[in-house]
């Protein structure tokens, strides 16, 4: 039994580069956890700087010198900033503060539409059943109000910190971009100089990373345009609060469209009834589901992000449970990092031993 865990300790662990790796491990994982909500507009800041980051490059090779690029980049991206804030975000809170104020409303069409259903369907839903279906959507439609009545209160500092977000994230987000040769040169000063290994997982993964973060944000804008187009034709209420919730369904794979979808077949339902336009609506909202799928995913994602669909369900479970939303968006690029990392840790093992013999 010996013989076996000593093989394995010098399998994985004999190369120093292992033992460095674990220890970043753990301390990055150690200081995401104990920052928790301090660490998000990092996150958030890191993340724009993988999308800007493509067409800093892309002005560079053009002839740009960098100072110019990083600046017209910046200026953009400000630009687009600034216009969600002051364009898109309103009219989506307005969407949300009527929806909560229709609550009733909706409440008591869904009544009306179950007592229908059961009338002229009755071999198929009892009135027993009905009430209880009344019953239920009496009770969610009052924790509901409730909940978003007590969240506002509640959940004060946290909009404060939103407010301190909008402000902090663009900062972050010039000097990553700007700086970013020192700040890489300053972090790497702290690893042993000769790393091949740890060169070779920085390098993978971080090309992996810049292939779906650039991905996801292109397919989260085109899945919020295309969806708000389709709601927009159909005069569906509360068209850009859904769209908004459609676009950032496709940060979390499988899970968030799933959950989303419900909303929107929902008050489509109490809208149109069965009629013609509901079933039309879903049928192009379902296509515009199967263009992302089949079509955009593919197109986007050709080069990497290889994982499995169980492992990043679970990565959305477990770090969800860890650090709560932000954990629910930022799983799949710790999924990236934690798959990068096992793939070439056995060869760290195998190298080692073969530099031994």
Same mark, same amino acid.
């Given at each position: 039994?010996?013989?076996?865990?000593?093989?394995?300790?010098?399998?994985?662990?004999?190369?120093?580069?292992?033992?460095?790796?674990?220890?970043?491990?753990?301390?990055?994982?150690?200081?995401?956890?104990?920052?928790?909500?301090?660490?998000?507009?990092?996150?958030?800041?890191? +993340?724009?700087?993988?999308?800007? &980051?493509?067409?800093? %490059?892309?002005?560079? %090779?053009?002839?740009?010198?960098?100072?110019?690029?990083?600046?017209?980049?910046?200026?953009?991206?400000?630009?687009?900033?600034?216009?969600?804030?002051?364009?898109?975000?309103?009219?989506?809170?307005? %969407?949300?503060?009527?929806?909560?104020?229709?609550?009733?409303?909706?409440?008591?069409?869904? %009544?009306?539409?179950?007592?229908?259903?059961?009338?002229? $369907?009755?071999?198929?839903?009892?009135?027993?059943?009905? &009430?209880?279906?009344?019953?239920?959507?009496?009770?969610?439609?009052?924790?509901?109000?409730?909940?978003?009545?007590?969240? #506002?209160?509640?959940?004060?500092?946290?909009f404060m910190e939103i407010v301190a977000y909008t402000v902090i994230v663009p900062i972050l987000v010039y000097f990553m971009l700007s700086d970013k040769d020192r700040i890489l040169e300053y972090l790497t000063s702290f690893l042993p100089e000769d790393r091949p290994f740890l060169q070779g997982i920085?390098?993978?993964?971080?090309?992996?990373?810049?292939?779906?973060?650039?991905?996801?944000?292109?397919?989260?804008?085109?899945?919020?345009?295309?969806?708000?187009?389709?709601?927009?034709?159909?005069?569906?209420?509360?068209?850009?609060?859904?769209?908004?919730?459609?676009?950032?369904?496709?940060?979390?794979? $499988?899970?968030?469209?799933?959950?989303?979808? +419900?909303?929107?077949?929902?008050?489509?339902?109490?809208?149109?009834?069965?009629?013609?336009?509901?079933?039309?609506?879903?049928?192009?909202?379902?296509?515009?589901?199967?263009?992302?799928?089949?079509?955009?995913?593919?197109?986007?994602?050709?080069?990497?992000?290889?994982?499995?669909?169980?492992?990043?369900?679970?990565? +959305?479970?477990?770090?969800?449970?860890?650090?709560?939303?932000?954990? +629910?968006?930022?799983?799949?690029?710790?999924?990236?990092?934690?798959?990068?990392?096992?793939?070439?840790?056995?060869?760290?093992?195998? #190298? #080692?031993?073969?530099?031994?013999?």
């Amino acid at each position: 039994m010996k013989q076996i865990i000593a093989t394995w300790l010098n399998r994985y662990f004999a190369n120093a580069e292992a033992l460095v790796l674990l220890l970043l491990i753990v301390i990055v994982a150690a200081g995401l956890y104990l920052l928790g909500s301090i660490a998000v507009p990092i996150l958030i800041a890191l +993340v724009f700087t993988y999308v800007l &980051q493509g067409l800093v %490059q892309r002005l560079e %090779q053009l002839g740009a010198p960098r100072w110019l690029s990083v600046n017209a980049t910046f200026v953009l991206f400000l630009g687009a900033f600034i216009g969600f804030l002051v364009f898109l975000f309103p009219r989506i809170w307005r %969407q949300l503060t009527r929806l909560y104020q229709d609550l009733p409303n909706l409440a008591l069409s869904g %009544q009306e539409m179950a007592a229908q259903w059961a009338k002229n $369907y009755d071999w198929l839903i009892s009135q027993k059943q009905v &009430q209880t279906w009344i019953d239920v959507l009496n009770t969610e439609a009052a924790n509901i109000g409730q909940w978003i009545v007590t969240t #506002s209160f509640a959940n004060l500092p946290v909009f404060m910190e939103i407010v301190a977000y909008t402000v902090i994230v663009p900062i972050l987000v010039y000097f990553m971009l700007s700086d970013k040769d020192r700040i890489l040169e300053y972090l790497t000063s702290f690893l042993p100089e000769d790393r091949p290994f740890l060169q070779g997982i920085g390098e993978e993964m971080n090309k992996q990373l810049e292939n779906y973060v650039r991905g996801k944000f292109v397919e989260l804008t085109l899945a919020g345009i295309a969806t708000y187009i389709l709601f927009s034709v159909f005069d569906l209420n509360y068209a850009a609060l859904l769209a908004f919730l459609v676009g950032l369904s496709v940060i979390i794979p $499988y899970l968030g469209i799933a959950v989303v979808t +419900v909303p929107v077949l929902v008050i489509a339902l109490m809208q149109f009834g069965l009629g013609g336009s509901f079933w039309s609506l879903m049928a192009g909202y379902i296509l515009i589901q199967v263009l992302d799928g089949m079509l955009l995913v593919p197109l986007l994602f050709s080069e990497a992000n290889d994982i499995h669909p169980l492992a990043i369900i679970v990565a +959305v479970l477990v770090f969800g449970a860890w650090f709560g939303v932000a954990g +629910v968006f930022f799983a799949i690029p710790l999924a990236i990092f934690i798959k990068a990392m096992i793939e070439a840790w056995p060869r760290l093992g195998a #190298s #080692s031993s073969a530099e031994t013999t």
